[in-house]
C-alpha cells in the first residue's frame, strides 16, 4: 500500500480537489449568478464535475503517450494526469451538452416540441422505437445504446481497479463528500431554475404566442435542454386538472340540456348494440382537398357508398405528426390543447387522470373491447395506457407477427385483425384498429414514368420529383383502401351470422411529413399546389347497417367529437360528448377557439383558471357564444368528475 506521499495518492487527492472545486463552482453559479447564463453554463460544470471522477485511468493512459517534450514541459506527473483529467472532463461534459441540445433542436424541428422528462423516460423503454421515428432502423437505437453502455462500464471499472490498487482511502473520505455537493448543487439548481422560468412566463403572460408550441420551443432553446428538462419534470409532478381551469363559475349544463345535446347529433334507431370497428387512418388524407390537381383522386374512403352515414372533412390538432394525439381525442373527447404542451403527451401525462373514456363505456355495456395496434405496444407505453383507457385486449405487431418492423402494410394488419374477430351472438365488440402503413416519407421507387402515375398536380411548375411523391402516396392510400373494405366486408358477414348491425368510423389521423413542411429533412415545398384547406385538415367517414342519419352542426368534424360520433349510434347518456356537441354547436370545428391553454408551465395555478384571448377573424356574438359554451362545458366536466 502506497504511503501517503505516494505519487498515486497525490493524484487522487489533486483529482477530487479539483472535483470539488468544480461541483462548488456549479453551485456558485447557480447561487450568484444573475443573469439566465448559469441555466446553460452550470450543468456544463456539474457534470464536469462528476465525470472528474472518473477520469483518472484515461488521464494516464493519455499521459504515457504523450510526446516527450509535451510530458516533459509538466512539473510532475501528478500535475499532468490531472489537467488531463480536467480537459476530458470539461470536454465530455460540453460534448453531452451539445449533443442533447442538439438533439432537442431536432425534436423541435420535426414536431415542435423540445425534448422533455417524458420522452426520455419513453426512449428509454424502448430506444429502437426512438430510431424508427428518426427514420432509422431499431438496431441502430440500441447498437448506440450498446456502445454508450460497454463505454460507460469500461470507464467504471477502469476507476474502481485504481480504487482498489491505490486510492482506497482518498475515495472513502472524498466520495461521500462529492456526493453531497453534488446533490446540493443540483437541487439548488432545479429549485431556481423552476422560480426564475415561472418568474419569466409571468412577465410574458400577455404575450399570447408564449402558449404556443412554438413559444415553448423557444423558451427551451433560450433557456437549454437540462434547465427545460428540470422545468418539465417539476411540471409533470405539480400539474392538476388544469383542464377545468375553464370552468370559472359557469353553471353546467342541466340534464335536459344535456339531452337535446345528444340528441341533436343523430336521429335513427340506437335500441340495438352493433359491432362497432374504428381505424385509425396513418397519415391518410383526401387529396383533393388538400391539393390542386390535374386529375380528380377517386377513392371509397372519402365518397359516400351504401352504408355512409357521413362523410366529412376531419380537424384534427397536429400537422405532419404526433399521432398519439390523435388517438387520445378519439378515445376520450378531451381536447389536447386544453392541457398546455402537456397535452402533447397525453398518453402519460393526462390519460391517467382521465375517468371516462370510450373504451370504457363500451365495456360497461358488455362489449369485448380490443386494440389492433400496427407497431410495438412499448411506443409510448401505448398497451398499458389502452388498457388503463378500458380495452381489455391488446395485440401489437410482435402479437399479431407482422413482418414489416415500422410500417406493416395495411392490408397485412387488416387480415390479422380480422382472423381474431369470431362470431359471437352474446356479445358486440369494440375494436380499435391503429395502422401505420402509409407512413410518411414516400420514397419515389415504384413508377419509371409519369405513364404510371394516377394523378399530377395541376401546376406545371412541379417536378418529376413531387408528382412521384403523390403517387407514392397514392399507392399506399390503396393499400389502406383495401384494408378498409376487409375488415367491412368482415362486419357485414358478422351481421349475417348473428344478426347483429355494424358500425365502421375511418378517419386520418393527420397529414404527412412529406407534405406539410414539418420534417426537417423535407426537400420539397408544396406550398404552391397546395388549395386554401387548412393542413390540420384529413377526414373522416362513419358506415352503418343501422337505419338513421346525422345532422352535424357544422361541416368540419373536430377529433375530439369522434366519441359522441360513435355513442350517437349505441345510445346511452354521456356527460361528455354531451359537452363536446354543445361545444361543437357553438364553436364549430374548434372547441378551444379563442382559449390560451391554463396552467402552461405552471403559470395561473393560484388562481386556478385560463385567460381568454380574442378572436378578430370570429364576429363577436358567435365568439361570446363559444366562450360562454367553453365554459359552460368545463364546467359541466368539472361536475361529473371525469379527470381527476
Known sequence: MPSPFAPATWVAIVGRTVTAGLLLSGHALVCFDRSDDYMR?????????????????????????????????????????????????????????????????????????????????LAAKD???????????????????????VLAAAVVVGWGRGVRQRRWKVEALALPLMVAICALAVSAYGSRVHADVKQYLARAADDTEIWTPEGIARLAVRIGPVAFLSYSADLRRETEAPFFNLADDAPPLSPDERRRALGSLYHGETDRRPNVVMIHLESIFDPNRAFLLRTPVVSSLFSPNAHTKLVAPFRVNIIGGGSWVTEFEVLTGFDTRAFGHLGYYAHKTIGPHVRNTLPGRFGALGYRTVTFYAT????????????????????????????????????????AAVARMPADPERPLFAYVVTNGAHSPYRCSHFESAADFESTFADPTA????????NEYLRLMRQSEVAVERIRDRLVALERETGRPFVLLIYGDHQPHAFTGTWKWVLRDYSGVRTAASRKQTFVHVMSSLAGAYAPAHEEIPSALVPALLRALVGGDDVVDAAMIHLFGACGSDPMRGVKPPNLLGLEKVEGRASMVSD?????????????????????????RVYE
Open 41 to 121: 453554463a452550470a450543468p456544463i460544470v456539474l457534470l464536469a464535475g462528476c465525470l472528474n471522477l472518473v477520469m483518472g485511468p484515461p488521464a494516464r493512459a493519455i499521459g504515457r503517450v504523450l510526446p516527450r517534450r509535451i510530458a516533459g514541459s509538466m512539473r510532475t506527473a501528478i500535475l499532468r494526469d490531472a489537467t488531463v483529467a480536467l480537459v476530458l472532463a470539461l470536454a465530455s461534459a460540453v460534448a453531452a451538452f451539445t449533443l442533447l441540445d442538439l438533439a432537442g433542436r431536432y425534436k423541435i424541428s420535426l414536431n415542435g416540441m423540445p425534448i422533455t422528462e417524458t420522452d426520455l423516460e
Open 127 to 149: 430506444i429502437g422505437v426512438v430510431a424508427n421515428i428518426a427514420g432509422l432502423p431499431s438496431w441502430v437505437g440500441w447498437a448506440a445504446a450498446g456502445a454508450f453502455v
Open 376 to 415: 410495438s405496444g412499448l411506443f409510448y407505453d401505448v398497451r398499458n395506457v389502452f388498457r388503463r383507457y378500458g380495452f381489455t385486449e391488446f395485440f401489437d405487431r410482435g402479437d399479431l407477427e407482422l413482418a414489416e418492423e415500422w410500417t406493416p402494410p395495411d392490408p397485412s394488419l387488416a387480415e
Open 463 to 470: 417536378d418529376w420529383a413531387m408528382n412521384c411523391e403523390l
Open 616 to 640: 378578430a377573424d370570429e364576429p363577436e356574438a358567435a365568439s361570446l357564444a363559444c366562450r360562454i359554451a367553453q365554459r359552460r362545458a368545463m364546467a359541466t366536466l368539472a361536475a361529473a
